[in-house]
């Protein structure tokens, strides 16, 4: 069994929780909270045997083989860094950090320290995003791929009654971008390569975040347009254009249905079975590969994650997001 041990006690790491049930290999050990209260609360809920409100002390009691990492995204880089001193394997939440300065230090922490440390963007793991991958030669040549995910934000309505919470606020390098924009960003960077260029534009908030926005991704014989709203609901699908037909893909954060149309109009549902705890993929290919000895995933690579952190950085340079986490570079 690999024991993990929780950085965050939001509902992210109770979907994980509950995802990781269907997973083998999985235990809870420990749970690191900024209060003991809160986190004997947390640990109370779940059964988990061990408490602390520090994380060195933590990552050094010998509880624990692994930590999924899920604090704000301002934290990832020095929490991981630290775990990964110690001899753990990290799980990080998406984005794996706040620009891409702080993912090569990371990734260089991991192979100084030789453990896994993995981006958990789940949707690369699912089956219906393996099945995309599959069926991708029947549409013919790309032409454009089109990542759309828009979702007003339950912290919104309090941002508008003018309380900024932690989605909100730059202190944090949050916003729509790395919370939602990665989501379709991720997926054209993993099926067609790092784009020759990006264009970004964006709605910056008082706050100094970005409430949503979009990018044009060019590449040498097609294009990628990502848009993303933390402000405002979209219904539109997900699609990969080709000549020949198009994937149309119905949550591109965690494809559930995704439908093949053909130039001449007919349909071919290409969706398959997977389970509503959409985490578990991720969770289950994280523990193989610990067991395996691996210490970098092939799906989820370094590679993929820099270059999508380094997208990112540029779409954040061009609409003028900065975070203070960026005024160490």
């Known amino acids: 069994m690999i024991r993990f041990g929780l950085i965050g ?64 995204n301002a934290y990832h880089a020095e929490q991981a860094e ?12 998406k984005p794996l950090a706040s620009n891409a300065a702080e993912v090569r230090r990371m990734t260089e922490a991991a192979r100084a320290n030789g453990v896994l440390l993995m981006e958990a963007l789940k949707s690369t793991f699912m089956p219906n ?25 339950s912290r919104y309505d309090a941002y508008r009654a003018g309380t900024v919470l932690n989605a909100f606020n730059p202190e944090y390098s949050n916003g729509a971008l790395m919370d939602l924009g990665i989501y379709c960003l991720y997926p054209a960077i993993a099926l067609f390569g790092r784009p020759e260029a990006v264009q970004a534009n964006g709605y910056l908030l008082a706050s100094g975040v970005d409430g949503e926005g979009s990018l044009l991704l060019r590449y040498p014989d097609m294009e990628g347009v990502i848009m993303y709203s933390k402000i405002s609901n979209s219904s539109l699908h997900s699609e990969i254009q080709g000549e020949e037909g198009s994937i149309l893909i119905e949550q591109i954060s965690q494809p559930d249905k995704v439908v093949l149309r053909y130039r001449d109009g007919r ?3 290409i969706s398959v079975p997977q389970s509503a705890h959409t985490m578990r ?12 000895g691996k210490r970098e995933s092939e799906v989820n690579s ?15 340079r061009q609409m003028g997001l900065v975070y203070p986490a960026d005024a160490a570079l």
């Not at 630290?82 to 939440?93: F, I, N, Q, S, T």
């Not at 993929?281 to 395996?292: G, K, N, S, T, W």
């Open 267 to 269: 349909e071919e549902d």
């Open 9 to 72: 006690t939001n509902w992210i790491t109770d979907r994980l929780i509950e995802a990781a049930k269907e997973t083998e290999g999985f235990s809870l050990g420990a749970v690191y909270s900024r209060t003991q209260e809160r986190g004997a609360e947390f640990a109370a809920k779940h059964g988990i045997p061990h408490v602390f409100a520090d994380l060195a002390a933590m990552a050094s009691s010998g509880t624990i083989d692994a930590v999924y990492l899920a604090s704000p």
């Open 302 to 316: 370094y590679a993929l994650s820099l270059a999508v952190m380094e997208v990112m950085d540029e779409a954040r």
């Open 281 to 292: 993929y991720e969770v289950q290919a994280f523990i193989d590969l610990i067991r395996a």
């Open 82 to 93: 630290l775990c990964m001193r110690h001899g753990l394997h990290v799980l990080c939440e």
């Open 129 to 153: 995003f393996r099945a995309i991958q599959a069926h991708l030669p029947k549409i013919g040549k790309i032409r454009r791929f089109v990542g759309n995910y828009g979702q007003y934000s």
